[in-house]
């Protein structure tokens, strides 16, 4: 028999938004519109708030963590800078592949003119204060950028969303200075900063426990806005499949081809010996449940040095999410397309820092990174709003990046090994 309570969560969602689109035209219909926006709305508005809410902390405590777990840095320093900067190029390539793509399939827009420009009314209106921010802004001098990123206060960047270099400024700096005072000093905070996590983690848990309400009563609320069009669909569609395709070239065309020509091994060879990390990935949709599999099997059937394996994995499952950095870039840009806002160099150069930050932020859990996206989105300006469009189709989004952030630290580790003249190369030629 059906049970709601055994449905997979990300079913409920996808339930829910087919649900909130049939009410909110039903309701349409009847020419309720207006109780749709007293009575049903503000639920959603709730769920955007929630996610909201734990976004700084999250931001801070998964920071803090990622950056203190680096703690033997000194001792591996070679293999430890190398394999920190090789992330940080893979995500900010994907980061860049991602907005090339949407920029150039442009998915949203597909929606019509009228809609965009009624979204785009909506939008001005609420963003009076920021016009005025933005005039203070120009006033200001060149290195404005860079003193901005350095609060006056702690309580003030954690109270304001639209803050978060602030909060990653600070996230970093205590991580660094946790890892200066050494292991033994750092110790007592080691478990506190674990446990913080994981009710963190927790929280995430239950708030997306009230996901189907939440995204129901947007829903609803968006199809009576749209006034019944559902033109907002073909976009959505055109959307999935501009994720899809930028994930597939990383899969499929990038990372085999790179591992051939910078690590040396066969691009077959990486294909095959991945598919079943991938597959694991896939399935789960979580790069930390994937980790002990992505460690054992690389060793036997990629060639890993057990060196390698054993600080590269660890340190990529936190910190190199190639596949939601893309995500996000294509996920940002294209809310921005619906709203029909043009982002300014300056905000597509902060999308870039952004997201390549948000993804070392983002935990590897199923969905881990939609919290990290409210708070880009918030951070740019764009309408959190927006988020519920792409989140009834996030899952399989979230299978398919998943199967990219694994496949990215496979990459990274051939070429940690390759620099180190470890079994692989034995194992290529
Ligand atoms: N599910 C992803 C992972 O575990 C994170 C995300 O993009 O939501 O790698």
């Not at 081809?257 to 691009?267: D, G, K, S, V």
């Not at 060196?307 to 893309?326: H, Q």
């Not at 979230?398 to 952030?405: A, E, P, S």
């Amino acid at each position: 028999m059906f049970s709601l309570r055994r449905t997979p969560l990300y079913l409920q969602i996808l339930l829910a938004m087919v649900l909130g689109a049939l009410a909110g035209y039903l309701l349409l219909l009847a020419g309720w519109s207006e109780a749709v926006t007293d009575w049903i709305k503000p639920w959603g508005t709730i769920f955007i708030r929630l996610l909201k809410l734990i976004a700084v902390p999250l931001v801070f405590i998964s920071l803090v963590k990622g950056v203190s777990q680096m703690g033997d840095l000194t001792q591996l320093s070679r293999l430890g800078f190398r394999t920190v900067g090789t992330y940080l190029i893979t995500t900010l390539l994907a980061v860049s592949l991602g907005l090339g793509m949407v920029s150039l399939i442009q998915p949203g827009n597909y929606l019509p003119e009228d809609k965009t420009a009624a979204l785009n009314a909506e939008y001005l209106s609420n963003i009076n204060d920021q016009v005025h921010m933005a005039d203070e802004l120009k006033n200001d001098g060149p290195l404005t950028f860079l003193v901005d990123i350095i609060p006056e206060n702690l309580a003030m960047a954690a109270t304001d969303n639209s803050k978060m270099l602030q909060i990653i400024f600070v996230a970093l700096i205590a991580g660094i200075a946790l890892i200066a005072i050494g292991k033994e000093k750092a110790a007592p905070l080691e478990p506190v900063i674990d446990a913080v996590n994981t009710v963190i983690l927790k929280i995430i848990d239950f708030i997306m426990l009230y996901a189907p309400v939440g995204v129901f009563a947007l829903m609803a609320g968006m199809v009576t806005d749209f006034a019944g069009d559902t033109a907002i669909f073909a976009s959505l569609g055109m959307y999935a499949l501009t994720v899809i395709l930028c994930l597939l070239l990383l899969i499929l065309g990038i990372y085999p081809l790179a591992t051939r020509l910078f690590a040396n091994y066969p691009a077959f060879s990486y294909l095959k010996g991945i598919f079943p990390i991938q597959l694991l990935a896939f399935s789960t949709s979580s790069s930390a449940a994937t980790l002990p599999f992505t460690m054992e099997h690389s060793q036997k059937h990629l060639g890993i040095s057990e060196e390698t394996a054993s600080f590269v994995f660890p340190v990529g499952a936190t910190i190199n999410m190639d596949g939601t950095s893309a995500y996000q870039a294509v996920s940002i840009l294209f809310i921005a397309q619906l709203y029909g806002i043009d982002l300014t160099v300056a905000q597509l150069l902060s999308v870039l820092l952004l997201t390549v930050l948000a993804s070392i932020g983002t935990p590897g859990v199923p969905g881990g990174s939609i919290v990290m996206t409210v708070m880009v989105l918030s951070s740019i300006g764009i309408p959190t709003e927006g988020l519920v469009i792409i989140l009834g189709i996030d899952r399989p989004l979230d299978m398919l990046r998943t199967v990219v952030n694994v496949s990215g630290d496979v990459f990274v580790a051939k070429l940690m090994d390759k620099y180190k003249g470890k079994p692989s190369d034995l194992i290529s030629s």
